[in-house]
């Protein structure tokens, strides 16, 4: 899948292919020597022994993960995880790949953080490669914006300590505060992580403060990816949360039209659940031409009244900020996004 062509956690929660746990244990035992207490990378923690942030102990969907001491060596599995990772000063060791196409560093709010050192891709979304990722050695696992099952988790808390989804949350459907602020927590660095989350607040109390009006209107993010059929965002989705924190909120219609998945795949004759005071599809030059050339998106008041925002993934990578919605992206994020719905009227 190459980027803008469904790049959101769009189909993950659905088309996972199952892990053969009990082969991929062995594997990943043989490469790490053994062990199943997630201590395998010692020397990482031995030399961070010395913080006074540690031990910590992080909450999470499949338990709680006790670290002791400062992680070296991270891996993130959430598909914006290296973000917040980043932001805190690690470079994470590996990450999987979401967009394709460089995934880790291709995008102007991460390209210099990483620098000349890139991680190793050890996965695709949620299908992790074990061996890979027990080859690194790593300290700490995270995997915040992910669809990690109960097995994956297993099978990685052999290779290390494994900071799972937050708890109480549908997957992919967590805040971007929470997740920032268990990665923080895992990595010793809560103080910082509360500054940077403070920080993005205050971006968005700024637009909001600057444009009142848009205040309780109602939105709504979609996803052509064929002609006739399109995919609706939950509300707790990056792309909407983004939106409502400047102010808007989504319809009854809209949030019952989604029930508790983060995505609903519907076709043209329920453009119906699409209305709303601002449209915004996210896509490529393609996908938007057909969607504008759609007889029944052409009847609706939403794109008849020219309220309707069509948001390229790329070039510029505005679509994929939003779907990141991290402490990096978002900066980047507000300032293409925030001129263009002035732009409506």
Not at 288 to 316: G, I, N
Not at 326 to 341: E, F, K, R
Request: hydrophobic content about 35%.
């Amino acid at each position: 899948m190459s980027v803008g062509t469904r790049p959101g956690p769009t189909k993950i929660v659905r088309h996972i292919p199952r892990l053969v746990a009990a082969a991929v244990a062995a594997l990943v035992l043989s490469a790490c020597g053994g062990g199943t207490d997630g201590t395998a990378s010692k020397p990482s923690q031995e030399a961070g022994a010395g913080s006074a942030a540690f031990p910590v102990t992080v909450e999470h969907k499949y338990g709680s993960t006790t670290i002791e001491s400062e992680p070296k060596k991270v891996v993130t599995l959430g598909l914006s995880d290296q973000d917040a990772v980043l932001a805190l000063g690690v470079k994470p060791v590996g990450s999987v790949d979401w967009f394709k196409e460089q995934p880790y560093g291709k995008w102007p709010w991460t390209k210099d953080l990483w620098g000349s050192t890139p991680p190793q891709i050890v996965g695709e979304r949620d299908e992790y490669n074990m061996e890979k990722i027990a080859a690194l050695q790593p300290d700490l696992i995270v995997a915040q914006y992910s669809g990690m099952k109960k097995e994956q988790y297993d099978t990685l808390s052999k290779i290390a300590k494994v900071v799972a989804q937050p708890k109480g949350h549908e997957d992919y459907q967590a805040p971007w505060q929470v997740m920032t602020e268990q990665i923080g927590k895992a990595l010793g660095k809560e103080g910082e992580t509360g500054k940077l989350i403070a920080g993005i607040d205050a971006r968005f109390k700024a637009v909001r403060d600057e444009h009142p009006e848009w205040k309780g209107l109602t939105v709504t993010v979609g996803e052509p990816y064929e002609p006739g059929k399109f995919s609706a965002f939950s509300p707790k989705d990056p792309k909407v949360i983004f939106l409502s924190e400047m102010g808007f909120t989504t319809s009854e219609k809209y949030r019952a039209a989604l029930g508790k998945e983060n995505i609903a795949d519907l076709s043209s004759e329920r453009l119906d659940v699409m209305e709303a005071d601002r449209t915004v599809w996210l896509g490529t030059p393609d996908t938007e031409k057909a969607m504008k050339a759609d007889p029944l998106y052409k009847k609706t008041k939403v794109h008849q009244e020219k309220r309707d925002l069509f948001l390229p993934y790329d070039s510029p990578d505005i679509g994929a900020a939003l779907s990141f919605n991290t402490v990096l992206s978002i900066p980047y994020a507000i300032d293409q996004v925030v001129p263009m719905l002035e732009a409506i009227k």
